[in-house]
Nanobody
Framework: QVQLIESGGGLGQAGGALRLSCTAS????????VGWFRQAPGKERDFVAA????????LYSDSVRGRFTVSRDNTKNTVYLQMNNLKPEDTAVYYC??????????????WGQGTQVNVSS
């Protein structure tokens, strides 16, 4: 059974930082690229960042490029999302997912339960 467990969400301040983690089990982690998505209330789930299987390449949405950094530690089956210079518009539930290194939710096979990030101004 594949499980993805996100952690590290919570309350951050504008200009501050948070780091999210996502740990996978029940799967060969290196078979998958990992994506981060987020969903604000009443909005669609949007792509945030992705990292290839061996961390050779990364992708970012325009809204987070230069502020967020995605990385992974394949020895720990864990991917990270370092979020710097937070903005109130970063407030959302953040999800990690295993799949192809793509921006569409349909390209991902497995999803975590999500972790809430709230950024105060």
């Amino acid at each position: 059974q594949v499980q993805l467990i996100e952690s590290g969400g919570g309350l951050g301040q504008a200009g501050g930082a948070l780091r999210l983690s996502c740990t996978a089990s029940g799967v060969t982690f290196t078979d998958y690229a990992v994506g981060w998505f987020r969903q604000a209330p009443g909005k669609e789930r949007d792509f945030v960042a992705a990292i290839s299987r061996m961390a050779v390449t990364t992708l970012y949405s325009d809204s987070v490029r230069g502020r967020f950094t995605v990385s992974r530690d394949n020895t720990k089956n864990t991917v990270y999302l370092q979020m710097n210079n937070l903005k109130p518009e970063d407030t959302a539930v953040y999800y990690c997912a295993l799949g192809s290194r793509a921006k569409r939710t349909g390209d991902y096979d497995y999803w975590g339960q999500g972790t809430q990030v709230n950024v105060s101004s």
